[in-house]
């Protein structure tokens, strides 16, 4: 699995668990530890985010046992 790979899928988890805290309690843990919502900091981890979803796309086309492979 390449760095950048890594990388895609604990900003996916990052945004995974944000949306789920503003989904359940009404809370932006990005906002509240970067200065809020509409800082510059958060809205570059969004954007990260953002891109690191767009870098996954091609992972759902992957045969199943290359996505997974221990490299």
Do not use: E, H, Q
Request: charge should be negative; proline fraction near 3%.
């Amino acid at each position: 699995m390449s760095i950048v790979y890594k990388i895609c899928i604990v900003l996916l988890i990052v945004g995974g668990l944000n949306w789920g805290l503003i989904g359940l309690f009404d809370f932006n843990l990005v906002g509240w530890l970067f200065g809020g919502a509409t800082s510059w900091l958060s809205r570059i981890i969004f954007t990260l985010v953002g891109l690191a979803a767009i870098g996954a796309i091609p992972s759902l086309f992957m045969p199943s046992d290359t996505t997974m492979s221990n490299d």
